[in-house]
Each structure stands twice: as structure tokens, then as C-alpha cells.
Antibody
Framework: QVQLQESGPRLVKPSGTLSLTCAVS?????????WTWVRQPPGKGLEWIGE???????YYIPSLKSRVTISADKSKNHFSLTLNSLTAADTALYYC???????????WGQGTLVTVSS | QSVLTQPPSVSAAPGQKVTISCSGS????????VSWYQQLPGTAPKLLIY???KRPSGIPDRFSGSKSGTSATLGITGLQTGDEADYYC???????????FGTGTKVTV
């Protein structure tokens, strides 16, 4: 059974940096899947942030591209999200997701709420 | 902001049918696969439909997907109170080189 688990600080200061890690079990990061981050501001809809392949290839949503980095660590079988220059608008539930191809987001983490506040 | 438009809400009585539309463009729905997700209150989204029409194992055939041109539709028949949730479409946008979700639709039974 594939499982994804997010971890990282829950409270980050404005202008600071958000760093989250997604531990993957039951599958290998090195397999032919894309590893994706999705967020959801409180009471709002889903927003695709970006994704990484085990080769290091990445795609990002243009609106966040200047502030975001997603990377994969094959040795630890996890992938990570870094988002800098934070504002209150970045407060959201952050999900890590497996994309097994053609937008098939078949496994989701439980999500972690990150609040940007001083 | 999303470029996939869904109706904010739809409702129907138990046992009835609802359809949820997802309207896009040639750069997204028109040339890429669409998937659909159900998000029950307080939970992570769950895959309902992928590659426009396919259902993962365990998803009942009450849920169906279709696509025509630059629009996609999710159908739910035999509505149950347990189907009350938010539903999102998703696809790849070739112009953005990014994934995009629809605006979301709340289903009330």
C-alpha cells in the first residue's frame, strides 16, 4: 500500500521560507511517477503547485515559479517543497501526491496546514 | 486563478442524478486527459475518474466521466447522502506547462 506523509513546520513568519518533506512508502521515488505538491487555502479550492520526476525534471505553476523549488531525494525516498518570500496568502493545507501519469493523482498525503503569521 | 470553470454548486434528491461540467480550452482539456476528485469534508481529495472516463478499482459505476472538445463532465447517479462533497476536475495545461484544477463544485443531496 502506497503511503505519503508530509512533515515540516506548521507556523512560518512572513517573508520567511516554507520547507516541507513528503516521505513515500510502498513505492520508490525512482519509479515512473511524478511527485506533486498541491495546496488548498482554508475554505478555498485546490491549487497545483508543481511536480518532480526522479531525474530531477520539474514543472511549476507560473504564478509561483519564482519562489518555489521541488526536489526528489532517491536515497531517502522522499521529495520536498521549498517556498520562499511567504505572505499570508500562502497559508494553506499542503498535500503531497503521487501522479502515476496523465494527471492520475492516485495517492495523497493527509495534508499539513501551514500558517504564515508573525 | 483557475482556467477550468465549474458550477459552484449542484443539488438533487437522494436517488437522483447530477452532472458537473468542467469548461476549459484547447490548451488544457482540448488536448489532455481529465481527472476528477471527490473531497469529503475534512479529508484529502480522492481520485474518482482518470483519463477522462476510467474509474479506479473500488469506485462504483455510479460515477462516470466524459469529455467533448474543451469540456468534461462528471456524472453521479443514484445519489446518496455520502456523496455530499466538493468535486474538482483537473488536467494539464500545455500553454502553462503546469497542472490546473477546476474551481470546484459542492454537491448537496
Amino acid at each position: 500500500q502506497v503511503q505519503l506523509q508530509e512533515s515540516g513546520p506548521r507556523l512560518v513568519k512572513p517573508s520567511g521560507t516554507l520547507s516541507l518533506t513528503c516521505a513515500v512508502s510502498g513505492d520508490s521515488i525512482s519509479n515512473s511517477n511524478w511527485w506533486t505538491w498541491v495546496r488548498q487555502p482554508p475554505g478555498k479550492g485546490l491549487e497545483w503547485i508543481g511536480e518532480v520526476f526522479h531525474t530531477g525534471k520539474t514543472y511549476y505553476i507560473p504564478s509561483l515559479k519564482s519562489r518555489v523549488t521541488i526536489s526528489a531525494d532517491k536515497s531517502k525516498n522522499h521529495f520536498s517543497l521549498t517556498l520562499n518570500s511567504l505572505t499570508a496568502a500562502d497559508t494553506a493545507l499542503y498535500y503531497c501526491v503521487r501522479n502515476s501519469g496523465n494527471s492520475k493523482f492516485d495517492y495523497w498525503g493527509q495534508g499539513t496546514l501551514v500558517t504564515v503569521s508573525s | 486563478q483557475s482556467v477550468l470553470t465549474q458550477p459552484p454548486s449542484v443539488s438533487a434528491a437522494p436517488g437522483q442524478k447530477v452532472t458537473i461540467s468542467c469548461s476549459g480550452s484547447s490548451s488544457n482539456i482540448g488536448n489532455n486527459y481529465v481527472s476528477w476528485y471527490q473531497q469529503l469534508p475534512g479529508t484529502a481529495p480522492k481520485l474518482l475518474i482518470y483519463e477522462n472516463v476510467k474509474r479506479p478499482s473500488g469506485i462504483p459505476d455510479r460515477f462516470s466521466g466524459s469529455k467533448s472538445g474543451t469540456s468534461a463532465t462528471l456524472g453521479i447517479t443514484g445519489l446518496q447522502t455520502g456523496d455530499e462533497a466538493d468535486y474538482y476536475c483537473e488536467t494539464w495545461d500545455s500553454s502553462l506547462s503546469a497542472g490546473i484544477f477546476g474551481t470546484g463544485t459542492k454537491v448537496t443531496v
